[in-house]
């Protein structure tokens, strides 16, 4: 690892200083007030006590789902910032739209407050546009850079990227870290077996990660909508189960690839099958080459299920992306819940697992197994990009470690 921790700073860096942090508050909000889930607020608190307890001041930013770029009060951060200051038990000043000049100055004068967030970066249009004057009016609240929101390293954005061309130094916190760190482990230095599930919907970003995880990974193992994008390129009938058209023709050269490789690639050898995708819609489980016209593959089947579990229960190292089925609909989620049961029970017996992807994450949470696995990844987009052998721009732009700090080697 060679980029800047908040680690390595010195204590003159930081005592005194107003660091201007990037978080990942991007949560579920319902009726624009009560956040569902937190997670993405307590995985970065330690970053944040470790800062005041140096001596900083902090500025902290996010975006917030995907207001396009203009004001909409639907997408502000305002409940994250109440949320927050019950969390860390001490005042938090929101910083309301729009940051002009008195709202900055007004940030940069309040010497007695410790931790201030701002709404919203994406009412900018300059945030996702990673324009220079808007990142130089952010840089202008802190005195160095922390990123702390690994959800959002894969973009190139203001809040990101631009401001690493104004502040100096640049380092990574402490999730940030221990993300990148569970990434590399599993990719770089996975003890073997090393078996990846892949599976949800979203086939043209997840075939990526099947390709650069060829020759990486021992045993891939396919689920979910993904499989049914295999099912089509293998030429079997898939009746109307979604799938990605535009990935078959990947799909098809992967099957071809894959007997080229060491890594075996495992498809669900049967499904749950119904007609209707909602809750207790009939459905029976049958071969995957049986699929009948009308009908649609929810879910991987039984026999599946105990292939998956003799090739999981194997290995040492696990990396899951994608649900099995459309686990939102009961009883389409067992496939899904049984392959998250396994995976926690092999990493009571000792292995490595790291689950990524917003809805793989759900449906570990919806099971209650978030704190049985190594690794529960606050992530999606990034997770995937990651695996898919492409570097985080958020994370390539941070400072490079000089090994003769003296904040040394970790
Ligand atoms: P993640 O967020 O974990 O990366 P994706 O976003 O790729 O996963 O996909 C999640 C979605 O995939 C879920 O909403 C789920 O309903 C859907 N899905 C999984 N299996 C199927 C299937 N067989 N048919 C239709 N949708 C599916
Ligand atoms: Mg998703």
């Not at 407050?113 to 990673?130: K, Q």
């Not at 919907?201 to 099947?210: F, P």
């Amino acid at each position: 690892m060679d980029r800047l921790s908040i680690k390595d700073l010195r204590e003159d860096e930081i005592r005194g200083k107003t660091a201007l942090v990037r978080v990942d508050f991007n949560v579920p909000i319902e009726d624009g007030r009560t956040i569902t889930d937190d997670l993405r607020i307590t995985s970065v608190l330690d970053t944040i006590r470790y800062l005041i307890h140096a001596g900083a001041r902090l500025v902290l930013m996010s975006h917030l789902d995907k207001p396009g770029g203009k004001f909409d009060k639907k997408h502000s951060l305002r409940a994250v910032s109440q949320r927050l200051a019950e969390l860390l038990e001490q005042n938090v000043v929101f910083v309301e739209y729009p940051l002009d000049r008195d709202a900055i100055d007004r940030i940069r004068n309040l010497t007695d407050e410790n931790v201030f967030l701002i709404d919203n970066v994406r009412f900018y249009p300059g945030e996702e546009g990673n324009d220079d004057e808007f990142s130089s009016r952010l840089a202008e609240l802190g005195d160095f850079f922390v990123n702390d929101g690994f959800g959002a390293a894969h973009r190139a954005h203001a809040s990101t990227v631009g401001v690493t061309r104004h502040l100096s130094p640049c380092a990574a916190g402490f999730l940030m870290v221990r993300e990148l760190e569970a990434l590399e482990k599993a990719l770089n230095r996975p003890e073997r077996p090393f078996v990846a599930i892949i599976g949800g919907a979203k086939a043209k970003d997840k075939i990526k990660v099947i390709r650069n995880l060829f020759g990486k990974v021992d045993t891939l193992l396919i689920g979910g909508a993904m499989a049914n994008t295999f099912f089509a390129a293998l030429g079997y009938p898939i009746g109307a189960s979604y799938y990605d058209v535009n990935s078959v023709g990947l799909a098809h050269s992967l099957v071809q690839e894959a007997k080229q490789t060491e890594t075996e690639l495992i498809l669900p050898q049967d499904c749950v099958i119904a007609e209707k995708k909602e809750t207790r819609a009939p459905n029976r489980t049958i071969g995957v080459n049986e699929i009948p016209p009308g009908w649609m593959a929810l879910d991987i089947g039984t026999l599946t299920r105990q292939t998956y579990r003799d090739k999981i229960l194997g290995a040492k190292t696990v990396v899951w992306n994608g649900p099995m089925g459309v686990f939102e609909h009961e009883p389409f989620n067992e496939g899904t819940v049984e392959i998250a049961r396994i995976v926690a029970e092999t990493t009571a017996q000792g292995a490595f697992t790291l689950v990524g992807g917003g809805e793989s994450v759900a449906a570990i949470r919806a099971a209650g197994l978030q704190d049985d696995i190594s690794h529960v990844s606050t992530g999606g987009g990034a997770c995937l990009q990651y695996l898919a052998g492409t570097d985080l721009p958020g994370v390539t732009a941070l400072t490079a470690r000089d090994r003769n700090r003296s904040g040394g080697e970790q």
